[in-house]
Protein backbone atom coordinates (compact mmCIF):
# COMPACT_ATOMS: atom_id res chain seq x y z
CA UNK A 1 0.00 0.00 0.00
CA UNK A 2 0.66 3.78 0.14
CA UNK A 3 3.71 4.71 2.62
CA UNK A 4 4.53 7.83 0.88
CA UNK A 5 1.87 10.01 2.79
CA UNK A 6 2.39 12.15 5.33
CA UNK A 7 1.64 11.21 8.46
CA UNK A 8 1.21 14.86 10.28
CA UNK A 9 -1.46 15.69 7.36
CA UNK A 10 -1.42 19.54 6.65
CA UNK A 11 0.74 20.28 9.48
CA UNK A 12 4.13 21.66 9.18
CA UNK A 13 7.99 21.05 10.57
CA UNK A 14 8.62 24.96 10.71
CA UNK A 15 5.84 25.53 12.36
CA UNK A 16 6.52 23.01 14.92
CA UNK A 17 7.07 24.64 18.88
CA UNK A 18 9.33 24.32 21.10
CA UNK A 19 8.09 21.85 23.07
CA UNK A 20 7.68 19.69 20.40
CA UNK A 21 11.51 19.94 19.77
CA UNK A 22 11.92 19.17 23.71
CA UNK A 23 9.95 16.17 23.19
CA UNK A 24 11.99 14.71 20.64
CA UNK A 25 14.83 15.70 22.34
CA UNK A 26 14.69 14.08 25.00
CA UNK A 27 13.00 10.81 23.46
CA UNK A 28 16.18 10.42 21.30
CA UNK A 29 18.46 10.87 24.24
CA UNK A 30 16.66 7.64 25.38
CA UNK A 31 16.47 5.62 22.09
CA UNK A 32 12.64 6.15 21.96
CA UNK A 33 12.42 5.67 17.96
CA UNK A 34 9.19 4.52 17.31
CA UNK A 35 5.94 7.34 17.98
CA UNK A 36 2.73 5.34 17.67
CA UNK A 37 -0.02 7.37 17.53
CA UNK A 38 -3.67 8.12 16.80
CA UNK A 39 -4.01 11.03 14.91
CA UNK A 40 -4.46 14.78 16.82
CA UNK A 41 -4.56 18.43 16.55
CA UNK A 42 -1.83 18.67 19.55
CA UNK A 43 0.28 15.45 18.58
CA UNK A 44 0.15 16.71 14.53
CA UNK A 45 2.75 19.60 15.76
CA UNK A 46 5.02 16.88 17.07
CA UNK A 47 4.93 14.57 14.14
CA UNK A 48 5.85 16.94 11.55
CA UNK A 49 8.40 17.33 13.44
CA UNK A 50 9.31 14.06 13.92
CA UNK A 51 8.63 12.34 10.00
CA UNK A 52 11.32 15.12 9.04
CA UNK A 53 13.95 13.65 11.10
CA UNK A 54 15.34 9.90 9.74
CA UNK A 55 15.67 9.11 13.48
CA UNK A 56 12.21 8.52 14.42
CA UNK A 57 9.83 5.91 13.07
CA UNK A 58 5.63 7.66 13.08
CA UNK A 59 3.86 4.48 13.31
CA UNK A 60 0.31 5.08 12.77
CA UNK A 61 -2.63 2.93 14.35
CA UNK A 62 -6.39 3.34 14.30
CA UNK A 63 -7.09 3.09 17.97
CA UNK A 64 -5.49 3.86 20.64
CA UNK A 65 -5.53 0.12 22.72
CA UNK A 66 -3.57 -0.75 18.91
CA UNK A 67 -1.29 1.51 20.09
CA UNK A 68 -0.24 -0.62 23.37
CA UNK A 69 -0.19 -3.62 21.57
CA UNK A 70 2.13 -2.46 19.18
CA UNK A 71 4.27 -0.69 21.95
CA UNK A 72 4.31 -4.05 23.46
CA UNK A 73 5.25 -6.01 20.57
CA UNK A 74 8.17 -3.45 19.64
CA UNK A 75 9.36 -3.62 23.26
CA UNK A 76 9.52 -7.51 22.98
CA UNK A 77 11.13 -7.15 19.17
CA UNK A 78 13.79 -5.28 21.62
CA UNK A 79 12.64 -1.48 20.35
CA UNK A 80 11.31 1.70 22.27
CA UNK A 81 8.62 3.73 21.41
CA UNK A 82 5.88 6.19 22.36
CA UNK A 83 2.27 6.38 22.41
CA UNK A 84 0.85 9.68 21.21
CA UNK A 85 -2.85 10.17 22.29
CA UNK A 86 -5.23 12.61 22.86
CA UNK A 87 -7.04 12.22 26.25
CA UNK A 88 -10.03 11.05 24.68
CA UNK A 89 -8.21 8.12 23.43
CA UNK A 90 -6.78 6.97 26.10
CA UNK A 91 -10.02 5.72 27.12
CA UNK A 92 -9.73 3.31 24.35
CA UNK A 93 -6.80 2.23 25.73
CA UNK A 94 -7.47 1.56 29.50
CA UNK A 95 -7.74 -2.40 29.43
CA UNK A 96 -5.23 -2.81 27.42
CA UNK A 97 -2.84 -1.13 30.10
CA UNK A 98 -3.57 -2.58 32.70
CA UNK A 99 -4.21 -6.39 31.18
CA UNK A 100 -1.10 -6.23 28.70
CA UNK A 101 1.29 -3.11 29.33
CA UNK A 102 1.11 -3.14 33.43
CA UNK A 103 0.59 -6.65 34.04
CA UNK A 104 3.85 -8.03 31.86
CA UNK A 105 5.75 -4.68 32.87
CA UNK A 106 5.97 -2.91 29.54
CA UNK A 107 7.78 0.50 29.91
CA UNK A 108 6.86 3.08 26.93
CA UNK A 109 6.11 7.09 27.67
CA UNK A 110 2.72 7.63 26.68
CA UNK A 111 2.36 11.41 25.60
CA UNK A 112 -1.41 12.51 26.21
CA UNK A 113 -2.46 15.76 25.26
CA UNK A 114 -5.33 17.07 27.20
CA UNK A 115 -8.70 18.38 26.48
CA UNK A 116 -11.14 19.70 29.07
CA UNK A 117 -8.87 21.40 31.58
CA UNK A 118 -7.92 24.58 30.03
CA UNK A 119 -9.42 26.52 27.31
CA UNK A 120 -12.47 23.70 25.89
CA UNK A 121 -14.86 24.95 23.63
CA UNK A 122 -16.05 21.14 23.52
CA UNK A 123 -18.56 20.06 26.32
CA UNK A 124 -18.24 16.60 24.99
CA UNK A 125 -14.30 16.69 25.65
CA UNK A 126 -14.50 17.67 29.56
CA UNK A 127 -15.30 13.99 31.40
CA UNK A 128 -12.64 12.08 29.74
CA UNK A 129 -10.40 14.60 29.63
CA UNK A 130 -10.56 15.31 33.32
CA UNK A 131 -10.45 11.54 34.30
CA UNK A 132 -6.97 11.34 32.95
CA UNK A 133 -4.98 11.57 36.29
CA UNK A 134 -7.10 9.52 37.68
CA UNK A 135 -7.35 6.84 35.12
CA UNK A 136 -3.73 6.46 35.19
CA UNK A 137 -3.43 6.59 39.06
CA UNK A 138 -6.30 3.68 39.53
CA UNK A 139 -3.85 1.48 37.12
CA UNK A 140 -0.89 2.27 39.45
CA UNK A 141 0.69 4.04 36.30
CA UNK A 142 3.03 7.10 37.46
CA UNK A 143 2.19 10.58 35.32
CA UNK A 144 2.98 14.22 35.72
CA UNK A 145 1.78 17.24 33.70
CA UNK A 146 3.81 19.47 31.42
CA UNK A 147 2.97 22.90 31.78
CA UNK A 148 5.95 25.19 31.44
CA UNK A 149 8.66 25.44 28.71
CA UNK A 150 11.56 25.86 31.71
CA UNK A 151 10.31 22.62 33.06
CA UNK A 152 10.34 20.38 30.04
CA UNK A 153 13.84 18.95 29.72
CA UNK A 154 13.99 18.33 33.68
CA UNK A 155 10.25 16.59 33.73
CA UNK A 156 11.20 14.86 30.34
CA UNK A 157 14.59 13.03 30.82
CA UNK A 158 13.24 12.14 34.45
CA UNK A 159 10.35 10.61 33.61
CA UNK A 160 11.43 8.72 30.80
CA UNK A 161 14.42 7.48 32.95
CA UNK A 162 12.32 6.49 35.60
CA UNK A 163 10.20 5.33 33.08
CA UNK A 164 12.24 2.33 32.29
CA UNK A 165 13.67 1.65 35.73
CA UNK A 166 10.14 1.18 36.84
CA UNK A 167 9.39 -1.04 33.89
CA UNK A 168 6.00 0.56 33.61
CA UNK A 169 3.64 2.91 31.18
CA UNK A 170 4.80 6.38 32.42
CA UNK A 171 1.66 9.42 31.48
CA UNK A 172 3.16 12.63 29.88
CA UNK A 173 0.17 14.95 30.09
CA UNK A 174 0.56 18.07 27.88
CA UNK A 175 -1.62 21.19 29.38
CA UNK A 176 -3.30 23.65 27.48
CA UNK A 177 -1.10 25.97 29.34
CA UNK A 178 1.36 24.20 27.03
CA UNK A 179 0.24 23.52 23.77
CA UNK A 180 -2.20 26.36 23.64
CA UNK A 181 -6.39 25.89 22.47
CA UNK A 182 -8.23 26.58 19.74
CA UNK A 183 -9.86 30.35 19.65
CA UNK A 184 -13.17 28.55 18.75
CA UNK A 185 -16.00 28.78 21.25
CA UNK B 1 -10.11 -29.84 11.80
CA UNK B 2 -8.89 -30.31 15.61
CA UNK B 3 -7.15 -27.35 16.65
CA UNK B 4 -4.26 -28.99 18.40
CA UNK B 5 -3.26 -30.49 15.64
CA UNK B 6 -3.27 -27.93 13.69
CA UNK B 7 -1.18 -25.62 16.42
CA UNK B 8 1.44 -28.58 15.91
CA UNK B 9 1.44 -28.07 12.50
CA UNK B 10 2.23 -24.32 12.85
CA UNK B 11 4.94 -24.80 16.00
CA UNK B 12 6.53 -27.50 13.13
CA UNK B 13 6.57 -25.26 10.15
CA UNK B 14 7.32 -22.25 11.74
CA UNK B 15 11.28 -23.15 13.52
CA UNK B 16 12.58 -20.36 14.75
CA UNK B 17 10.21 -17.70 13.97
CA UNK B 18 8.29 -16.57 16.89
CA UNK B 19 4.80 -17.15 17.85
CA UNK B 20 2.03 -14.77 19.51
CA UNK B 21 -0.52 -17.14 21.22
CA UNK B 22 -3.99 -15.43 21.55
CA UNK B 23 -5.63 -15.05 24.82
CA UNK B 24 -7.35 -18.73 26.08
CA UNK B 25 -7.30 -21.55 24.31
CA UNK B 26 -5.29 -20.44 21.53
CA UNK B 27 -2.17 -19.87 23.48
CA UNK B 28 -3.13 -22.79 25.43
CA UNK B 29 -2.90 -25.52 22.65
CA UNK B 30 1.10 -23.73 22.56
CA UNK B 31 1.48 -25.00 25.79
CA UNK B 32 2.76 -28.67 24.92
CA UNK B 33 5.02 -27.14 22.78
CA UNK B 34 6.66 -24.56 24.65
CA UNK B 35 9.40 -22.74 23.63
CA UNK B 36 11.15 -19.06 24.70
CA UNK B 37 10.08 -17.73 21.15
CA UNK B 38 6.27 -18.53 22.12
CA UNK B 39 4.52 -15.78 23.59
CA UNK B 40 2.02 -16.52 25.89
CA UNK B 41 -0.99 -13.55 26.49
CA UNK B 42 -3.35 -14.26 29.27
CA UNK B 43 -5.81 -11.26 29.00
CA UNK B 44 -6.29 -8.10 26.84
CA UNK B 45 -8.37 -10.32 24.05
CA UNK B 46 -7.69 -9.01 21.03
CA UNK B 47 -4.59 -7.36 21.37
CA UNK B 48 -2.69 -10.44 19.41
CA UNK B 49 -2.31 -8.96 16.01
CA UNK B 50 -1.23 -5.92 17.49
CA UNK B 51 1.25 -7.38 19.65
CA UNK B 52 2.56 -9.08 16.79
CA UNK B 53 2.92 -5.84 14.33
CA UNK B 54 4.91 -4.32 16.87
CA UNK B 55 7.22 -7.59 16.83
CA UNK B 56 6.53 -7.50 13.37
CA UNK B 57 8.10 -3.97 12.88
CA UNK B 58 11.04 -4.20 15.62
CA UNK B 59 12.41 -7.79 13.98
CA UNK B 60 12.01 -7.18 10.14
CA UNK B 61 13.93 -10.10 9.23
CA UNK B 62 12.26 -12.86 11.12
CA UNK B 63 8.35 -14.19 10.08
CA UNK B 64 6.14 -13.52 12.68
CA UNK B 65 3.39 -15.55 13.54
CA UNK B 66 0.38 -14.91 15.15
CA UNK B 67 -2.50 -17.33 16.13
CA UNK B 68 -5.32 -15.57 17.18
CA UNK B 69 -9.06 -16.56 17.59
CA UNK B 70 -11.91 -15.35 15.25
CA UNK B 71 -13.87 -13.84 18.18
CA UNK B 72 -10.84 -11.99 19.19
CA UNK B 73 -9.97 -10.56 15.86
CA UNK B 74 -13.45 -9.40 15.49
CA UNK B 75 -12.64 -7.36 19.19
CA UNK B 76 -9.63 -5.55 16.72
CA UNK B 77 -11.02 -5.52 13.49
CA UNK B 78 -9.36 -2.38 12.86
CA UNK B 79 -5.85 -3.75 13.19
CA UNK B 80 -6.01 -5.67 9.74
CA UNK B 81 -5.80 -2.26 8.46
CA UNK B 82 -3.35 -0.79 10.60
CA UNK B 83 -1.07 -4.57 9.43
CA UNK B 84 -2.41 -3.31 5.39
CA UNK B 85 -1.35 0.32 6.34
CA UNK B 86 2.24 -0.69 7.72
CA UNK B 87 2.91 -2.75 4.94
CA UNK B 88 4.27 -5.21 7.61
CA UNK B 89 5.50 -8.30 4.87
CA UNK B 90 6.81 -10.41 7.52
CA UNK B 91 3.46 -11.20 9.45
CA UNK B 92 1.52 -14.39 9.09
CA UNK B 93 -1.47 -14.15 11.02
CA UNK B 94 -3.47 -17.26 11.36
CA UNK B 95 -7.05 -16.72 12.68
CA UNK B 96 -8.52 -19.77 14.43
CA UNK B 97 -12.49 -19.58 13.23
CA UNK B 98 -14.70 -21.69 15.41
CA UNK B 99 -17.72 -18.94 15.21
CA UNK B 100 -17.15 -17.35 17.98
CA UNK B 101 -15.90 -17.26 22.27
CA UNK B 102 -14.96 -20.64 23.03
CA UNK B 103 -13.71 -19.66 26.17
CA UNK B 104 -16.56 -17.67 27.59
CA UNK B 105 -18.60 -20.74 27.32
CA UNK B 106 -19.20 -21.25 23.18
CA UNK B 107 -21.04 -17.73 22.42
CA UNK B 108 -21.31 -17.23 18.86
CA UNK B 109 -19.18 -14.13 17.05
CA UNK B 110 -19.79 -12.03 13.68
CA UNK B 111 -18.35 -15.49 12.36
CA UNK B 112 -21.31 -17.73 12.84
CA UNK B 113 -23.47 -15.07 11.44
CA UNK B 114 -21.54 -14.71 7.89
CA UNK B 115 -19.04 -12.37 8.87
CA UNK B 116 -16.01 -13.19 6.49
CA UNK B 117 -12.50 -12.65 7.65
CA UNK B 118 -10.33 -13.39 4.70
CA UNK B 119 -12.36 -10.92 2.95
CA UNK B 120 -12.16 -8.35 5.42
CA UNK B 121 -7.81 -9.17 5.41
CA UNK B 122 -8.22 -8.52 1.74
CA UNK B 123 -10.05 -5.28 1.83
CA UNK B 124 -7.34 -4.06 4.07
CA UNK B 125 -4.79 -4.86 1.90
CA UNK B 126 -3.21 -8.23 3.21
CA UNK B 127 -1.71 -9.17 -0.09
CA UNK B 128 -2.41 -13.29 0.77
CA UNK B 129 -5.03 -14.35 2.19
CA UNK B 130 -6.84 -18.00 2.89
CA UNK B 131 -9.71 -19.60 4.36
CA UNK B 132 -8.98 -23.59 4.68
CA UNK B 133 -11.33 -26.26 6.58
CA UNK B 134 -9.23 -29.05 6.16
CA UNK B 135 -5.76 -30.15 8.06
CA UNK B 136 -4.25 -30.91 5.33
CA UNK B 137 -5.03 -28.03 3.10
CA UNK B 138 -3.70 -25.34 6.44
CA UNK B 139 -0.34 -27.46 6.78
CA UNK B 140 0.39 -26.33 2.78
CA UNK B 141 -1.07 -23.21 2.79
CA UNK B 142 0.74 -22.18 6.22
CA UNK B 143 3.96 -23.68 4.58
CA UNK B 144 3.56 -21.83 1.73
CA UNK B 145 3.13 -18.46 4.15
CA UNK B 146 6.09 -19.13 6.42
CA UNK B 147 8.41 -19.34 3.68
CA UNK B 148 6.97 -16.54 1.79
CA UNK B 149 8.39 -12.65 2.15
CA UNK B 150 4.90 -11.17 2.20
CA UNK B 151 1.87 -10.63 4.90
CA UNK B 152 -0.49 -13.43 5.41
CA UNK B 153 -3.90 -14.19 6.90
CA UNK B 154 -4.93 -17.63 7.05
CA UNK B 155 -8.17 -18.35 8.24
CA UNK B 156 -8.24 -21.84 9.66
CA UNK B 157 -11.88 -23.67 10.23
CA UNK B 158 -11.67 -25.63 13.38
CA UNK B 159 -13.36 -27.58 15.23
CA UNK B 160 -14.77 -26.41 19.57
CA UNK B 161 -13.17 -27.46 22.00
CA UNK B 162 -11.68 -26.27 25.53
CA UNK B 163 -7.44 -27.13 25.80
CA UNK B 164 -6.14 -28.75 29.01
CA UNK B 165 -3.33 -27.28 28.91
CA UNK B 166 -1.85 -23.33 30.66
CA UNK B 167 1.13 -21.79 30.48
CA UNK B 168 3.31 -20.52 33.13
CA UNK B 169 1.52 -17.48 35.36
CA UNK B 170 4.40 -15.55 35.65
CA UNK B 171 4.08 -12.57 33.39
CA UNK B 172 7.38 -11.00 33.61
CA UNK B 173 9.19 -14.36 33.04
CA UNK B 174 6.89 -15.00 29.90
CA UNK B 175 7.98 -11.47 28.68
CA UNK B 176 11.64 -11.75 29.40
CA UNK B 177 12.05 -15.51 28.09
CA UNK B 178 10.51 -14.25 24.90
CA UNK B 179 12.47 -10.47 24.75
CA UNK B 180 15.81 -12.36 25.09
CA UNK B 181 14.86 -15.15 22.26
CA UNK B 182 14.05 -12.24 20.45
CA UNK B 183 17.11 -9.59 20.74
CA UNK B 184 19.94 -12.16 21.72
CA UNK B 185 21.32 -12.88 18.16
CA UNK B 186 19.45 -9.22 16.60
Known sequence: MVTVIKRSGRHQAANAPA????????????EVRNLVFVPDTVMGRLLALAEEDAFFRPIAVHREEEAVGVLSGLYLGGQRGAMLVQSSGLGNALNAL??????????????????????????AQLVMGRAVPGCLSALGLQHLTLRREDELDVLLSGALKTCYTAEEPFGILLSGQLTGWKPER | MERGDATRVVVELAGEAPIVGGVGN?????????????FHMWNSMGMASSIALGVALAQPDRRIVVLDGDGALLMNLGSLATVGMADARNLVHVVWDNGGWEITGGQPAGTSFGVDLASAGRACGIPHTATVDELEAFRQVFAEAIADDEAWLIVARVAPGDSPHRPDKNLVRLRDRFRAALTASA
Request: hydrophobic content about 45%.
Open chain 1, 19 to 30: WAHHVLDAFRAE
Open chain 2, 26 to 38: TTFDLVPFDRPTI
Open chain 1, 98 to 123: GSLAAAYRIPFPMLISLRGELGEFNP
